[in-house]
């Protein structure tokens, strides 16, 4: 897995720019701001990403028309935030499934074989840079090589690492259900954090700097910063954000009694 992230990596001087910029930058600007204030503004990224998922749904799944896309986008944002504590529990638990998963598998990822997508070659034996689309035709061929040895090294992996798997999903549904507030922070400094790091990585590689390599060769060093960056995200939106709702809380109860006051002072100068 290893030598196709490598590849990417030498490749990615060639790419069109805004195939690796505009979506690293993107994924910067969200990642900071799901990673540092996804908690005070859970309702609003949920609904976010119940509206995207549910337009894409209707789009391609259902008809491909803007009214499907809307209806269900709708339906799915008005669904999620209902069931909000439930998405952000098994969000929580399918995040924790999947690092555990990339942790144990990286014995069995070495041995599996990559594949090699057609036409991917030709594209690659050019000389000048690629165009927009035969950079995203060689990013999909990169996408299936991961997949492919993904695939092959899961069905390597034993049973009892699916057990630890899921022994380790469990335990964090049920904890999310049980401390919800800090099962949220933790989900949202985790997710913001995945996102700086592909952002910085899509950034870099498109400069030349060989930022897997980097990560490769230090990967204990850049593991301390990954858990760092969780652990600061999550102590920082469970006290600001906390802050944030005894204020609100406080201008709400002071509203509240001024209009008392107000009510009482108007019926009083009435009688």
């Known amino acids: 897995m290893l030598e196709i992230f490598q590849n990417f990596e030498q490749a990615a001087a060639r790419f069109a720019p805004l195939v690796l910029i505009v979506p690293g930058l993107a994924a910067i600007a969200v990642g900071l701001f799901v990673w540092l204030g996804g908690l005070g503004f859970r309702r609003l990224l949920v609904a976010l990403v119940g509206a995207i998922s549910g337009a894409i749904c209707g789009f391609c799944v259902i008809s491909r028309n803007i009214v499907a896309a809307t209806v269900t986008a709708s339906v799915a944002a008005l669904a999620v935030i209902i069931f909000e504590r439930l998405l952000i529990t098994v969000l929580l638990a399918a995040l924790v499934a999947v690092l555990a998963l990339a942790v144990l598998l990286e014995p069995y990822v070495k041995t599996a074989e990559p594949a090699n997508p057609p036409n ?57 259900f049980w401390l919800w507030r800090f099962a949220s922070a933790f989900c949202y400094a985790a997710l913001g954090t995945l996102l700086i790091f592909a952002g910085m990585i899509l950034l870099l590689s498109y400069k030349g700097s060989e930022p897997i390599s980097k990560i490769a060769n230090r990967s204990a060093f850049y593991a301390t910063v990954f858990i760092t960056m969780i652990a600061f995200g999550t102590v920082e939106q469970l006290l600001l954000c906390r802050r944030a709702e005894r204020e609100s809380r406080r201008r709400k109860q002071a509203t509240g009694v001024k209009q008392e006051s107000e009510q009482t002072t108007r019926s009083w100068r009435t009688t």
Request: charged letters at 15%; glycine letters at 6%.
């Open 120 to 176: 991917r070659g030709e594209i690659a034996n050019q000389d000048s840079t690629w165009t927009i689309r035969q950079s995203i035709e060689i990013l999909k061929g990169y996408a299936v090589d991961f997949s492919n040895q993904v695939k092959q090294a899961c069905a390597q992996m034993p049973v009892h690492r699916w057990a630890i798997i899921a022994v380790l999903a469990v335990i964090f549904l049920v904890a999310g």
